[in-house]
């Protein structure tokens, strides 16, 4: 057991008033659920819910060489993002294996904002403070400098246009501007991991709970109700994203996790991982690397992740992660399956739990798709 003290974000004890449900999440004191999970993820899909992700992490690069230092240490296309606008990508290691998966948001010319998962905030910023070096730019650690308010669900451009005169209809998925919000200066993201639209607003500590409270006020008609981590992973999974530790890891590249597409071979200059990541694609288009599918439940048992997949009485694969959907009334789960037994519809594959295999259909993911 680690003896190191739990971190709390600005809204812990707005949390406690509220009567949630604690639990430590990568060394951070985080509300888990404040009521009913299965209450909090439907109000997400048919209304919408205020989120604290104040745990992640936030890394400034600035300098005249911050886009061609992100091309290097990153395995994304950084230098094409335009001002205001953000991009998914991930930091691998030189063996090609995943660090992390992170949210890259340009700021300005010569500044970015670079989201990591709480889990590995340190670790990506020391590999980026490493890899500056003989650059023309600064990694600065922000973790500190923001609180970090997600508010999901389609009510969400309702609630927020009633507090900001912000562009939001102009502000395309994927896109950050700044503004201010109930009178707090923001960074407005329309980012979000629930599968809905939505936006995540970056703003100082020290306006956290004033932001929180405006938010929950203008809400308070539609619907929006405070949601833990609990609730977020559920809509995650519906919505097919991966969760690093899950999904992603360093035993992985991305071509193993079926997302080579976010490694950019064709940008400039030579980037960390380029070699190994090189074989791996190849590897990849020769031999096919075991597929992320969808896997719903005939019965009722909820599959956990490290279970194992099997079929005609082998074991074909992995379940990375499971939980009842209360979306589709049905135990689902994310499994990395053998090629052959990936296509949707695949019959006689199941779930090993607990010495009971358990039958499942394989599913094209993402199990939901929010209607546009």
């Known amino acids: 057991?680690?003896?190191?003290?739990?971190?709390?974000?600005?809204?812990?004890?707005?949390?406690?008033?509220?009567?949630?449900?604690?639990?430590?999440f990568a060394g951070w004191d985080m509300p888990l659920r404040y009521g009913s999970e299965r209450d909090e993820h439907i109000a997400v899909r048919t209304k919408a819910?205020?989120?604290d992700l104040s745990h992640m992490g936030e890394i400034t690069v600035t300098g005249p060489q911050a886009a061609a230092f992100l091309n290097h240490a990153l395995v994304g296309n950084i230098a094409s993002v335009g001002v205001g606008r953000a991009r998914y990508t991930m930091i691998c290691r030189a063996d090609g294996g995943i660090l992390d998966d992170l949210i890259v948001y340009r700021l300005a010319e010569s500044e970015y904002m670079v989201v990591a998962n709480a889990s590995n905030a340190q670790i990506v910023l020391d590999a980026l403070t490493e890899r500056v070096a003989g650059f023309d730019a600064e990694v600065r650690d922000d973790r500190d400098?923001?609180?970090?308010?997600?508010?999901q669900g389609p009510e969400s451009p309702g609630i927020l246009k009633s507090l900001t005169d912000a562009d939001l209809d102009g502000l395309k998925y994927y896109a950050g501007l700044p503004g201010t919000v109930a009178?707090?200066?923001?960074?407005?993201?329309r980012t979000g991991y629930t599968g809905e639209d939505g936006f995540e607003l970056f703003v100082k500590p020290e306006h956290a709970v004033e932001l929180w409270q405006a938010l929950t006020k203008a809400g308070e008609g539609v619907g929006l109700v405070p949601c833990g981590l609990s609730c977020r992973d559920t809509l995650r999974l519906e919505a097919g994203m991966p969760l690093y530790g899950h999904e992603l890891s360093t035993s992985l590249?991305?071509?193993?996790?079926?997302?080579?597409?976010v490694v950019k071979f064709e940008k400039e200059g030579d980037f960390v991982g380029r070699e190994a990541l090189e074989r791996a694609a190849s590897r990849a288009a020769e031999n096919p690397p075991r597929v992320l599918v969808g896997l719903v439940a005939e019965g009722r048992r909820v599959p956990r992740a490290g279970y194992p997949v099997v079929?005609?009485?082998?074991?074909?694969?992995?379940?990375?992660?499971?939980?009842?959907?209360?979306?589709?009334?049905k135990p689902i789960a994310m499994a990395y399956v053998d090629a052959a037994h990936s296509a949707p519809g695949t019959a006689g594959v199941g779930v090993d739990i607990r010495g009971s295999h358990e039958p499942y259909e394989v599913v094209a993911l993402p199990f939901y798709k929010r209607q546009k």
């Open 145 to 151: 400098a923001y609180a970090l308010i997600a508010v």
């Open 49 to 51: 819910g205020i989120f």
């Open 253 to 261: 590249t991305p071509f193993d996790a079926g997302l080579g597409r």
């Open 183 to 189: 009178g707090v200066p923001a960074l407005i993201a």
């Open 1 to 24: 057991m680690s003896s190191t003290p739990l971190r709390h974000t600005a809204l812990d004890a707005l949390h406690r008033s509220l009567g949630a449900t604690m639990t430590d």
């Open 311 to 329: 079929a005609g009485g082998e074991v074909v694969g992995e379940v990375t992660s499971g939980a009842p959907s209360p979306t589709l009334g």
